[in-house]
Protein backbone atom coordinates (compact mmCIF):
# COMPACT_ATOMS: atom_id res chain seq x y z
CA UNK A 1 0.00 0.00 0.00
CA UNK A 2 1.68 3.37 -0.82
CA UNK A 3 2.17 5.83 2.04
CA UNK A 4 1.85 9.36 1.26
CA UNK A 5 3.00 11.82 3.91
CA UNK A 6 -0.13 14.44 5.16
CA UNK A 7 -0.87 17.03 2.79
CA UNK A 8 -0.90 19.82 5.48
CA UNK A 9 2.81 18.71 6.28
CA UNK A 10 4.07 18.82 3.15
CA UNK A 11 2.57 22.31 2.11
CA UNK A 12 4.38 23.68 5.56
CA UNK A 13 7.49 21.75 4.91
CA UNK A 14 10.59 20.56 2.68
CA UNK A 15 11.26 17.12 2.22
CA UNK A 16 14.34 16.58 3.16
CA UNK A 17 15.13 12.79 2.59
CA UNK A 18 14.15 9.78 4.83
CA UNK A 19 16.07 7.58 7.54
CA UNK A 20 15.09 3.74 7.64
CA UNK A 21 12.01 3.85 9.24
CA UNK A 22 10.66 7.89 9.02
CA UNK A 23 10.61 10.64 6.58
CA UNK A 24 12.53 13.96 7.12
CA UNK A 25 10.72 17.07 7.07
CA UNK A 26 11.87 20.46 7.75
CA UNK A 27 9.54 22.97 8.99
CA UNK A 28 9.14 26.36 6.72
CA UNK A 29 10.51 28.92 9.22
CA UNK A 30 13.90 29.16 8.81
CA UNK A 31 14.67 31.19 12.78
CA UNK A 32 13.42 27.77 13.87
CA UNK A 33 15.53 24.56 13.40
CA UNK A 34 12.33 22.74 13.09
CA UNK A 35 12.77 18.85 12.11
CA UNK A 36 9.53 16.53 12.24
CA UNK A 37 9.81 12.73 11.49
CA UNK A 38 7.45 11.04 9.44
CA UNK A 39 7.06 7.05 10.17
CA UNK A 40 5.96 5.28 7.87
CA UNK A 41 2.94 3.57 9.47
CA UNK A 42 -0.80 3.55 9.44
CA UNK A 43 -0.83 4.05 12.90
CA UNK A 44 -1.62 7.16 15.49
CA UNK A 45 -0.30 7.03 18.25
CA UNK A 46 3.89 6.14 19.24
CA UNK A 47 2.87 4.51 22.39
CA UNK A 48 0.95 1.67 20.28
CA UNK A 49 3.13 0.58 17.85
CA UNK A 50 4.54 -2.81 17.86
CA UNK A 51 7.68 -2.68 20.24
CA UNK A 52 10.54 -2.59 17.01
CA UNK A 53 8.94 -0.06 15.54
CA UNK A 54 8.64 2.39 18.05
CA UNK A 55 12.41 1.32 19.19
CA UNK A 56 13.82 2.62 15.53
CA UNK A 57 11.18 5.96 15.91
CA UNK A 58 12.78 6.60 19.29
CA UNK A 59 16.58 5.77 17.66
CA UNK A 60 15.81 8.19 14.62
CA UNK A 61 14.33 11.18 17.30
CA UNK A 62 17.27 10.67 19.30
CA UNK A 63 19.88 10.25 16.66
CA UNK A 64 18.06 13.57 14.95
CA UNK A 65 18.21 15.64 17.98
CA UNK A 66 21.70 15.27 18.51
CA UNK A 67 21.89 16.34 14.63
CA UNK A 68 20.42 19.01 15.47
CA UNK A 69 21.71 20.19 19.29
CA UNK A 70 25.42 20.33 17.57
CA UNK A 71 24.65 21.12 14.13
CA UNK A 72 22.44 24.48 14.85
CA UNK A 73 24.10 25.17 18.35
CA UNK A 74 20.89 25.52 19.99
CA UNK A 75 20.17 26.34 23.64
CA UNK A 76 17.69 23.44 23.85
CA UNK A 77 15.69 20.38 22.22
CA UNK A 78 12.09 20.56 22.14
CA UNK A 79 10.52 16.90 21.48
CA UNK A 80 7.01 16.39 20.80
CA UNK A 81 4.11 13.56 19.50
CA UNK A 82 1.04 15.06 19.52
CA UNK A 83 -0.96 15.03 16.42
CA UNK A 84 -4.30 16.31 17.46
CA UNK A 85 -4.56 18.43 14.08
CA UNK A 86 -2.58 16.68 11.70
CA UNK A 87 -3.62 12.70 12.81
CA UNK A 88 -0.99 11.19 10.55
CA UNK A 89 1.66 10.00 13.00
CA UNK A 90 4.87 12.82 13.23
CA UNK A 91 7.57 13.66 15.73
CA UNK A 92 8.72 17.25 16.20
CA UNK A 93 12.43 17.78 16.90
CA UNK A 94 12.97 21.36 17.48
CA UNK A 95 16.16 23.28 18.50
CA UNK A 96 15.49 26.30 20.17
CA UNK A 97 17.15 29.58 21.62
CA UNK A 98 16.51 31.34 23.84
CA UNK A 99 17.08 34.46 21.58
CA UNK A 100 14.05 32.72 19.06
CA UNK A 101 10.43 34.65 19.15
CA UNK A 102 8.53 32.27 20.93
CA UNK A 103 11.44 31.36 24.04
CA UNK A 104 10.12 30.00 26.51
CA UNK A 105 7.07 29.20 25.36
CA UNK A 106 6.37 25.98 23.31
CA UNK A 107 5.83 26.79 19.14
CA UNK A 108 3.19 24.55 18.63
CA UNK A 109 0.14 26.99 18.38
CA UNK A 110 2.50 30.20 18.44
CA UNK A 111 1.58 33.12 15.82
CA UNK A 112 4.88 32.56 13.81
CA UNK A 113 5.07 35.51 10.83
CA UNK A 114 6.34 32.23 8.57
CA UNK A 115 9.73 32.84 6.99
CA UNK A 116 10.84 29.85 4.82
CA UNK A 117 14.00 29.04 3.54
CA UNK A 118 16.20 29.90 0.95
CA UNK A 119 16.99 26.88 -1.37
CA UNK A 120 20.56 26.66 -1.13
CA UNK A 121 19.96 26.74 2.65
CA UNK A 122 18.01 23.72 2.14
CA UNK A 123 20.57 21.82 0.26
CA UNK A 124 23.07 22.69 2.54
CA UNK A 125 21.36 21.36 5.50
CA UNK A 126 20.01 18.02 3.55
CA UNK A 127 24.78 17.78 2.48
CA UNK A 128 24.69 18.31 6.74
CA UNK A 129 22.49 15.21 6.80
CA UNK A 130 24.31 13.38 4.94
CA UNK A 131 27.89 13.98 6.16
CA UNK A 132 26.79 13.39 9.87
CA UNK A 133 24.88 10.19 9.13
CA UNK A 134 26.06 8.98 5.43
CA UNK A 135 24.10 7.45 3.28
CA UNK A 136 23.43 4.09 5.18
CA UNK A 137 21.19 6.16 7.44
CA UNK A 138 20.17 9.18 5.71
CA UNK A 139 18.97 8.79 2.56
CA UNK A 140 18.25 12.72 0.77
CA UNK A 141 16.46 10.92 -2.67
CA UNK A 142 12.90 9.70 -1.62
CA UNK A 143 10.06 9.45 -4.36
CA UNK A 144 7.34 10.69 -2.17
CA UNK A 145 6.58 13.27 -4.45
CA UNK B 1 23.92 12.70 45.78
CA UNK B 2 20.26 13.50 46.92
CA UNK B 3 17.93 13.85 43.58
CA UNK B 4 15.11 16.08 44.26
CA UNK B 5 12.40 16.81 42.41
CA UNK B 6 12.26 20.31 41.34
CA UNK B 7 10.34 22.56 43.68
CA UNK B 8 8.22 23.82 40.23
CA UNK B 9 7.24 20.67 39.77
CA UNK B 10 6.31 19.35 42.90
CA UNK B 11 4.37 22.29 43.42
CA UNK B 12 2.21 22.19 40.87
CA UNK B 13 1.53 17.97 40.89
CA UNK B 14 0.81 15.37 43.31
CA UNK B 15 3.95 12.56 43.29
CA UNK B 16 2.53 9.74 42.75
CA UNK B 17 5.44 6.90 43.03
CA UNK B 18 7.53 6.02 40.96
CA UNK B 19 9.24 3.34 37.75
CA UNK B 20 12.71 2.08 37.73
CA UNK B 21 14.26 4.98 36.70
CA UNK B 22 11.61 7.70 36.46
CA UNK B 23 9.39 9.33 39.38
CA UNK B 24 6.00 10.07 38.37
CA UNK B 25 3.92 13.05 38.69
CA UNK B 26 0.32 14.17 38.04
CA UNK B 27 -0.37 17.52 37.30
CA UNK B 28 -3.22 19.18 39.51
CA UNK B 29 -5.82 19.62 36.84
CA UNK B 30 -8.13 17.29 36.94
CA UNK B 31 -10.26 17.23 33.68
CA UNK B 32 -7.48 16.37 31.26
CA UNK B 33 -4.72 13.47 33.01
CA UNK B 34 -1.92 15.03 32.65
CA UNK B 35 1.52 12.83 34.16
CA UNK B 36 5.09 13.44 34.03
CA UNK B 37 7.99 11.68 34.64
CA UNK B 38 10.94 12.39 36.23
CA UNK B 39 14.24 10.69 35.33
CA UNK B 40 16.53 10.36 37.90
CA UNK B 41 19.18 12.21 36.27
CA UNK B 42 21.25 15.85 36.27
CA UNK B 43 21.10 15.68 32.26
CA UNK B 44 18.61 18.10 30.32
CA UNK B 45 18.63 16.56 27.10
CA UNK B 46 16.58 13.48 26.65
CA UNK B 47 19.13 12.73 23.16
CA UNK B 48 22.26 13.45 24.94
CA UNK B 49 21.30 10.40 28.26
CA UNK B 50 23.58 7.42 28.14
CA UNK B 51 21.82 5.07 25.75
CA UNK B 52 20.29 2.88 28.51
CA UNK B 53 19.16 4.97 30.09
CA UNK B 54 17.40 6.86 26.98
CA UNK B 55 16.25 3.05 26.54
CA UNK B 56 14.58 3.05 30.12
CA UNK B 57 12.95 6.86 29.80
CA UNK B 58 11.66 5.56 26.18
CA UNK B 59 9.90 2.15 27.65
CA UNK B 60 8.49 4.40 30.91
CA UNK B 61 7.08 6.90 28.24
CA UNK B 62 5.37 4.04 26.17
CA UNK B 63 4.01 1.94 29.22
CA UNK B 64 2.61 5.03 30.69
CA UNK B 65 0.93 6.02 27.38
CA UNK B 66 -0.96 2.83 26.80
CA UNK B 67 -2.18 3.07 30.67
CA UNK B 68 -3.21 6.38 30.24
CA UNK B 69 -5.12 5.82 26.67
CA UNK B 70 -7.05 2.31 28.20
CA UNK B 71 -7.75 3.90 31.53
CA UNK B 72 -8.84 7.42 30.86
CA UNK B 73 -10.48 6.28 27.55
CA UNK B 74 -8.50 9.71 25.48
CA UNK B 75 -8.51 10.38 22.33
CA UNK B 76 -5.46 11.48 21.61
CA UNK B 77 -1.79 10.73 23.62
CA UNK B 78 0.23 13.70 23.75
CA UNK B 79 4.02 13.22 24.43
CA UNK B 80 6.46 16.23 25.07
CA UNK B 81 9.63 16.36 26.50
CA UNK B 82 10.53 20.62 26.96
CA UNK B 83 11.99 21.78 29.33
CA UNK B 84 12.54 25.72 27.91
CA UNK B 85 11.16 27.04 31.80
CA UNK B 86 12.10 24.29 34.25
CA UNK B 87 15.41 22.45 33.33
CA UNK B 88 15.28 19.62 35.44
CA UNK B 89 14.84 16.68 32.54
CA UNK B 90 11.01 15.68 32.89
CA UNK B 91 8.80 13.98 30.11
CA UNK B 92 5.09 14.82 29.36
CA UNK B 93 2.23 12.39 28.62
CA UNK B 94 -1.15 13.69 28.76
CA UNK B 95 -4.24 12.20 27.89
CA UNK B 96 -6.68 14.36 25.41
CA UNK B 97 -9.99 14.47 25.16
CA UNK B 98 -11.75 16.19 21.65
CA UNK B 99 -13.72 17.76 24.15
CA UNK B 100 -11.27 19.28 26.71
CA UNK B 101 -10.75 23.37 26.98
CA UNK B 102 -7.91 23.04 24.86
CA UNK B 103 -8.36 20.97 22.47
CA UNK B 104 -6.56 20.81 19.09
CA UNK B 105 -4.45 23.18 21.04
CA UNK B 106 -1.56 21.90 23.01
CA UNK B 107 -1.76 22.35 26.59
CA UNK B 108 1.46 23.82 27.63
CA UNK B 109 1.20 27.50 27.85
CA UNK B 110 -2.50 27.21 27.59
CA UNK B 111 -4.50 29.40 30.42
CA UNK B 112 -5.97 27.05 32.21
CA UNK B 113 -7.97 27.62 35.32
CA UNK B 114 -6.69 24.81 37.36
CA UNK B 115 -8.78 22.38 39.12
CA UNK B 116 -7.02 20.51 41.48
CA UNK B 117 -8.31 16.74 42.17
CA UNK B 118 -10.16 15.65 45.04
CA UNK B 119 -7.59 13.47 47.49
CA UNK B 120 -9.32 10.11 46.80
CA UNK B 121 -8.96 10.71 43.00
CA UNK B 122 -5.41 11.10 43.59
CA UNK B 123 -5.64 7.48 45.59
CA UNK B 124 -7.43 5.44 43.32
CA UNK B 125 -5.31 7.15 40.34
CA UNK B 126 -2.04 5.45 42.39
CA UNK B 127 -3.84 2.11 43.04
CA UNK B 128 -4.72 1.95 39.30
CA UNK B 129 -1.14 2.50 38.14
CA UNK B 130 -0.37 -0.43 40.83
CA UNK B 131 -2.96 -2.69 39.81
CA UNK B 132 -1.94 -1.76 35.96
CA UNK B 133 2.04 -2.96 36.28
CA UNK B 134 2.67 -4.42 39.75
CA UNK B 135 4.74 -3.12 42.49
CA UNK B 136 7.67 -4.45 40.72
CA UNK B 137 7.34 -1.84 37.99
CA UNK B 138 5.72 0.87 39.72
CA UNK B 139 6.34 1.77 43.42
CA UNK B 140 3.49 3.82 45.47
CA UNK B 141 5.65 4.54 47.86
CA UNK B 142 8.40 6.90 47.37
CA UNK B 143 10.66 9.24 50.24
CA UNK B 144 11.49 12.20 47.88
CA UNK B 145 9.57 14.31 50.01
Not at 8 to 14: A, N, P
Request: aromatic residues 12%; negative net charge.
Amino acid sequence: MAFDIDPVLRKDCHLLGRFRYAYLLLYRHRPIPWFILVPETSETEVVELPHDDQLELFHETSILGKFVKVTFRVDKINLGAIGNVVRQMHVHVIGRYESDECWPGVVWGAPLVREDYFVDEVERIRQQLVDWFGREVFTPEVDNA
